[in-house]
Nanobody, 124 residues
Framework: QVQLVESGGGLLQAGGSLRLSCAVSGRTFSRSAMGWFRQAPGKEREIVAAISWSGAWIYYGEFVKGRFSISRDNAKNTVNLQMNSLKPEDTAVYYC?????????????????WGQGTQVTVSS
């Protein structure tokens, strides 16, 4: 069984920074693509960032535009999302997800384990 627990969300003003962390239990972490997705009220879930097993491949959603950075530590079973220059439109619930046995993917249906989500609220 794989479990994902996110932390680091919160309320902040536009222009600020947050670091989201995801702790993953289970021995398949090192063989899983990892991703961060988000969902705002009334909107569909969208990918924020994804990273391959080794970290050699990284993908960012178009809206990121150099503001966010994803990283993983396979020894500690963690994946992080550093978010800078946050905007009100970044307000959403952010989810960590694992795609076990998948090298790399930006498609939500490939991710078979999901965290409970952490709220990020950016005020103007």
């Amino acid at each position: 069984q794989v479990q994902l627990v996110e932390s680091g969300g919160g309320l902040l003003q536009a222009g600020g920074s947050l670091r989201l962390s995801c702790a993953v239990s289970g021995r398949t972490f090192s063989r899983s693509a990892m991703g961060w997705f988000r969902q705002a009220p009334g909107k569909e879930r969208e990918i924020v960032a994804a990273i391959s097993w080794s970290g050699a491949w990284i993908y960012y959603g178009e809206f990121v535009k150099g503001r966010f950075s994803i990283s993983r530590d396979n020894a500690k079973n963690t994946v992080n999302l550093q978010m800078n220059s946050l905007k009100p439109e970044d307000t959403a619930v952010y989810y960590c997800a694992a795609a076990t046995g998948v090298l790399q993917s930006i498609v939500a249906r490939d991710y078979n384990y999901w965290g409970q989500g952490t709220q990020v609220t950016v005020s103007s």
